[in-house]
């Protein structure tokens, strides 16, 4: 079993910059893709970005691409997300994920074994 738990939510006006962490626990000897997601009140979850284990390979939205840098530490069995130039669109509560394997975009949410329970990100005018 390997635990996530999100850190760095919060409320932000719009232009502005969070960074969110995740801690995983565990079975982390584990080799896996890490990702976030994201889902607003009312809407299915989408993909934010990924990682590959490596760290070598990273993915992104359409929607988040240019503004978000998704990063991993493997030595503290973190990954990150930081944010940039958010938008009203942006909030929502956010979850990170791990993928059993070392590669792989793993763009959807049935491709991850493993959830946090999520970090609220509230962008304002």
């Known amino acids: 079993q390997v635990q996530l738990v999100e850190s760095g939510g919060g409320l932000v006006q719009a232009g502005g910059s969070l960074r969110l962490s995740c801690a995983a626990s565990?079975?982390?000897?584990?080799?896996?893709?890490m990702g976030w997601f994201r889902q607003a009140p009312g809407k299915e979850r989408e993909f934010v970005s990924s990682?590959?284990?490596?760290?070598?390979?990273?993915y992104y939205a359409d929607s988040v691409k240019g503004r978000f840098t998704i990063s991993r530490d493997n030595a503290k069995n973190t990954v990150s997300l930081q944010m940039n130039s958010l938008k009203l669109e942006d909030t929502a509560v956010y979850h990170c994920?791990?993928?059993?394997?070392?590669?792989?975009?793993?763009?959807?949410?049935?491709?991850?074994?493993?959830w946090g329970q999520g970090t609220q990100v509230t962008v304002s005018s």
């Open positions: 994920a791990a993928a059993r394997g070392p590669f792989g975009s793993r763009r959807s949410w049935y491709e991850y074994d493993y």
């Open positions: 565990g079975r982390t000897f584990g080799i896996y893709v």
């Open positions: 990682i590959s284990w490596s760290g070598g390979s990273t």
